[in-house]
């Protein structure tokens, strides 16, 4: 059972910078490489949207960004601390929401974009924009 513990929201001014975190743990410490993560982000109201993929480490390393935060926000891996990060620069007001990570090892490879697909979840982590 992998679980997910996101990190690194908070409340920041337009044009500001936040890098979440997404650790990943277990009973035999999976490894997250081995599994496509994403970051979603939901608002009181709206269904959970994806904001950013990357596939399991086995594959072609690929990475899929919404429209609306390509060329601001950025997802890597670390593999040495487990670890998926997403560097999100220039924030907007309208990035503010409750982000969160998910993982799946069936669909790693596959960049899916639905909540659905994902079986593994962390809590969420609140980022607010705002001046």
């Known amino acids: 059972q992998l679980q997910l513990v996101e990190s690194g929201g908070g409340l920041v001014q337009p044009g500001g910078s936040l890098r979440l975190s997404c650790a990943a743990s277990?009973?035999?410490?999976?490894?997250?490489?081995?599994?496509?993560v994403a970051w979603f982000r939901q608002v009181p109201g709206k269904e959970r949207e994806a904001v950013s993929c990357?596939?399991?480490?086995?594959?072609?390393?690929?990475?899929y960004y919404a429209d609306s935060v390509k060329g601001r926000f950025a997802i890597s891996r670390d593999s040495a601390n487990n670890t998926v990060y997403l560097q999100m620069n220039s924030l907007k007001p309208e990035d503010t929401a409750v982000y969160y990570c998910?993982?799946?090892?069936?669909?790693?490879?596959?960049?899916?974009?639905?909540?659905?697909?994902?079986?593994?979840w962390g809590q969420g982590t609140q980022v607010t924009v705002s001046s």
């Open positions: 277990g009973f035999n410490m999976d490894n997250i490489d081995y599994y496509g």
């Open positions: 998910a993982a799946d090892f069936v669909r790693g490879l596959l960049l899916p974009t639905n909540a659905y697909e994902y079986e593994y």
């Open positions: 990357i596939s399991a480490s086995d594959g072609d390393g690929g990475t």
